[in-house]
DNA sequence: AATGAATGAGGCTTCATTCAT
DNA sequence: TATGAATGAAGCCTCATTCAT
């Protein structure tokens, strides 16, 4: 039986996750040694083990964390009834959250879990899951407007929502090599690409 | 005068390089220790030393490798005449190089690098450059098809080369995590999509 | 707050140093391989770097221990009033201490940092700075013995307190290569050189 | 039977010995690497390997050569009729060699080789043998002296020549460390004391 | 005789994790 | 619960020496 709270429990995990997020983002997973975790946590090596198992843990929780904020953005952006209005509004949320530093330092965070997850098959187990959902809520939004006319339905409503997210990992990754990189430049002409590609009438002639 | 000849030199590195590919595409880079590279290389330890100055810079060696690659299969796509033939080559070549098993293993490696890019000022600034050159050649062809009249012309040239290069990027990190992700659907799909954006007759409406 | 107290600290550093005396004095600097260092001070590898930064912090500190020793030889020499007998205590001070075997193990040690000094910068300013104090001491006291008319004047004291430290020097490599060396010997007829050399009537003739 | 003469065969090996004097004087003789010797020798590993064993027995033979240098100056120095000059020679003929650029290198070799010799039963008896002859050669000198009613005889002449070489020894450490210390002053008043140790008159008193 | 590429044991150091306090 | 000193396996790299040419 714990001594402490819960909840004292869950701010310790959270301090040692932030403390993590930090330094993963910073130098990534290999070359962020547990030292410099508990270093940023201002925590000891031993709390850290009351924790967590390991650093192994501490990577597959952050992994598992971030598929909840992928699959809010989305979820905000499709609340809406207009497929063009949703579709915005999804395009934007994503938009606005490249711009906030803090979202900055987990996109990062976010690539070196990418390429973990070639090699962590819990990790990769994570992120697929952390992408089905998204692609799930995407395609059926497309599907949806497709059945109700709303979109043209020459095209895989699968394949569409991949695209979409090929499009925003993309960009992720852009930013992430250059800050420079102009976000609503892209964001402008990706919009201008979607609805040429999902309005109806261009579907005539697809 | 050197007791082998250059050709020896250059097949001992391509050996050492092989080598180096395979660990990290499988292991990820800093997973993988010079020991596996060794073994896998079947040279000793000291060998490689002689090859290269240590680990990093085998490292950036493959990360400078990459965009020879990549501009290779941009330049003969766009060795076409017409724009959408230029376009579905391009797209095709792609296509062709993603189902390719030897060419899989370089784009694992290919992400490991990415990731890298966060924390490796070196692997950032080889990064840049192999996708510098790609966008130039991209956004230069869209643009001279939009001056030609073949493209609508509302259409920032640069940002649609970032798309398409985030597309692939998007659709590699797909495939990476998932080898079942069905390459032909999304290229089809991806092709309907920038048909669509890019002719000049949904221009007029969009 | 540490865990430990400093003492303890103090004591571990100790148990470090005295470690690597023992091997260093026995293999010299180079032959001595950490391994050697860790077996001896019956540590683990991480607890030295946990009190030292590396091989060469270890060297330097030792290199820097070893001139409170060769003061405090000198200060208890010179505490005499009398200078003949002040050089003599300083003389007999130092025989004893090259016929202790712990000594005896701190001068080979020393003969491996003079060695080291001449390709170690940081060594080198140590063993100067060691040598220039005991030089000082020595040359203030023949220059005072001078100035209260007790030694012959046409002596540069500088030059004086320079042979003195040198049969020192000199002594303790002949002891070194062959421990059969007769120190008592060596030590009367030095003792009868330096009193025919300071002593005033001599200093008629010189 | 060799291909080439004898005469190239020492050619050779004087040419490894040389680098290996230059570099063993400028880095120690640990710090150096059978590399460096090649680069300086400007021939081949392999080509060191036909003339020599090995770095040990390349440091062996710079050792037993050492002492050759020694004898000459001191027989040089004794190869007078008359003590005073003979040892006024003997400080001069060492005096000059100090100042001598290619005697310093070989003098900073011979530190890193009493420091050697502590740990290697080959080199120390090198060293010693290397002692022997000289001291030898100098305590006779001031027997005969002695004998001859040139010197005082209550000293212990092999103590008087172990003195005298422990003062060449120790200026040579002093000049090692700090070349700006002065050989002439240091050699003026060495002299000044030898001769007042070792003339009758002062005998008469000590 | 000469070359220099290759070997592989061994050196220094880091770091995830444990455990006595 | 919390600490942080301690562990020791494993990582990267060097270097004296050998051997095919």
Redesign the interface.
């Known amino acids: 039986m714990p001594k402490v709270s819960e909840a004292h429990r869950h701010n310790r995990r959270r301090q040692i996750l932030d403390a993590a997020i930090e330094c993963f983002a ?6 962020t040694s547990m030292e410099d975790i508990i270093r940023e946590s201002r925590l000891s090596a031993g709390a850290i083990y009351l924790y967590f198992q390991g650093k192994d843990q501490i990577i597959e929780r952050l992994a598992d964390e971030r598929h909840y904020r992928e699959k809010q953005l989305i979820q905000q952006g499709l609340a809406q009834q207009d497929w063009t209005k949703s579709f915005g509004h999804l395009v934007r949320n994503f938009y606005v959250s490249l711009e906030n530093p803090a979202e900055q330092k987990e996109r ?1 965070l976010g ?2 879990l ?6 962590n098959p819990k990790v ?1 187990r994570l ?2 899951r952390g ?1 089905d959902q998204p692609r799930e809520l995407l395609s059926q939004a497309i599907a949806e407007a497709q059945a109700d006319g709303r979109l043209r339905k ?3 409503s ?3 929502a ?2 979409l ?7 992720i ?2 930013r ?3 800050d420079r ?2 976000i609503e ?2 964001v ?3 919009q ?6 999902f ?1 109806i ?3 005539g ?2």
């Open positions: 910073r130098h990534g997973l290999q070359r990062r690539i070196h990418w390429a973990e997850a070639l090699c990769l992120i697929r992408l020459d095209i895989d699968i394949a569409a991949r695209i997210i090929a499009m925003f990992h993309g960009l990754l852009q992430a090599w250059d990189t102009d430049c892209f402008k002409a990706a201008a690409m979607t609805d040429s590609y309005s009438s261009s579907g002639r697809g």
